[in-house]
C-alpha cells in the first residue's frame, strides 16, 4: 500500500505560479511511476503529467506542455508539479497518483491514464483568479 498527501495548492492570479508537493508513504520502494491529476467542476478528471521511477521520462498533457513540470525527488519520497504562467481553466482539484506497476515507456502519457493509476492521494484544491 502507498499512501499519498497533496499539499501546496491555494489561490493565485493568471500568470502566477504554484507549486505542489505530493508526499509518499507506506511501500516506497516499489519502481512506480506517478502522476498528477485534476478535477475541474463540472468535468471528468483528466492526466496532467507522468514521471518515471528516475525521473529521467515525463509526460505532459498538450493543455499544460511548457508551463508544468512534474519532478520527483525519490530520497524525500515527493513527487512535484510546478505550474507558471497559471489561466484560470488551470482552476480544478489537483490529484497524486501511483501506479502499482512499472510504465512501459513505448505508451508515454498513456501509461498513466487513471485506470493504470492505483493509488490516490485525496487531492488539493488550486483557484486561478482573471
Known amino acids: 500500500q502507498v499512501q499519498l498527501v497533496e499539499s501546496g495548492g491555494g489561490l493565485v492570479q493568471s500568470g502566477g505560479s504554484l507549486r505542489l508537493s505530493c508526499a509518499a508513504s507506506?511501500?516506497?520502494?516499489?519502481?512506480?511511476?506517478m502522476g498528477w491529476f485534476r478535477q475541474a467542476p463540472g468535468k471528468e478528471r483528466e492526466v496532467v503529467a507522468g514521471i518515471s521511477w528516475t525521473g529521467s521520462s515525463t509526460y505532459y498533457a498538450d493543455s499544460v506542455k511548457g508551463r508544468f513540470t512534474i519532478s520527483r525527488d525519490n530520497t524525500k519520497n515527493t513527487v512535484f508539479l510546478q505550474m507558471n504562467s497559471l489561466k484560470p481553466e488551470d482552476t480544478a482539484v489537483y490529484y497524486c497518483a501511483a501506479r502499482a506497476s512499472v510504465p512501459t515507456p513505448s505508451l508515454g502519457i498513456l501509461a498513466y491514464s487513471e485506470g493504470n493509476m492505483a493509488y490516490w492521494g485525496k487531492g488539493t484544491l488550486v483557484t486561478v483568479s482573471s
Open positions: 507506506g511501500r516506497t520502494d516499489s519502481r512506480y511511476g
